[in-house]
DNA sequence: GGCAAAGAGTACCCATGGGGTCCCATTTAG
DNA sequence: CTAAATGGGACCCCATGGGTACTCTTTGCC
């Protein structure tokens, strides 16, 4: 599965939602929008508050904005405002001990792994997440030999 | 967090030991050379046995051997094997009823990461996860030419 | 000033599924 | 026949994702 969480879905969401208006935009106006439930919309744009993601306006008429453009906005940043530190297995995470990571020749590689994704993340900003018709697209590739022409082609 | 699970994490570690073996091991060899419970590394070779990527020996001196050359396995399939598809989101995967899909811009670009991942996954062999040297490092690029995006649409 | 509309913070609950164990049936070498 | 293996379940536990509720605090507005 190899999943992120459906918090992390609805940051993305609600932050995409920020992105395309100009003043603030209270909970309840960003949950109708997304068909969230309201008190989770309301719990997840804490969290994104803070981590700095977001700006909140307390008091009345207050709600979110963006805290930067939405071009200066990572989706690796909103993932890990959500979920921590982006780490597909246990041990590339940070205190981990693995009981035999002497031998344990897989570790590195799902370093390089985990490294991969997480620039690819790191690379897409959520301006570019809120267009349906996002001119890009993203690929993954060895960088390496002769070969590495061939390496999208499955 | 963006995790594999623990189970497949043990299902690349077992293969890789099985990569390194000519002939058949048993469960209890494996899971002693990776320091996995023996129950636990039984049930994910069970699973791995049943995805037809490891092939088993009962009776008296059995044991799993793998199925094709560690060459010819990718990463993608072992995850596959224990966690079933690839899928980031849940509307990535088959048949999800998103309630507001049209509206939803998000999904599209979920999707293209979706496929950046799998596809580097599946660029992945057991036999370059194995080696700890592994020569090859793996990045990800952004595309943003019109022939590249039609090269991943699969 | 006082009320109402917001977010902040926190405690809490529930269901799911990852992770792990055990047991018994089946196969096969010696 | 027996012992050594895997096959295939059923089963349990508990961490955590997901969701809710309740009480502060801030602030616009009459």
Known sequence: MLRISKLTDYAVVLTTHLADTAGVTSVRALAEGSAIPEPTAAKVLKTLAKAGLVDSVRGAHGGYRLAREATA??????????????????????????????????????????????????????????????????QIRKADSAETARSITR
Do not use: K, Y
Request: proline share 5%; charged share 25%; net charge negative.
């Open 73 to 138: 906005i990572t989706v690796a940043e909103i993932i890990e405002a959500i979920e921590g530190p982006i780490a597909v297995t246990e041990c590339v995470d940070a205190e981990s001990e693995c009981s035999l990571e002497e031998q344990c020749g897989v570790r590195a590689n799902w370093q390089r792994i985990n490294d991969a994704v997480a620039t690819a993340l790191q690379g897409i900003t959520l301006a570019e997440m809120a267009r349906p018709d996002a001119p890009r697209l993203f």
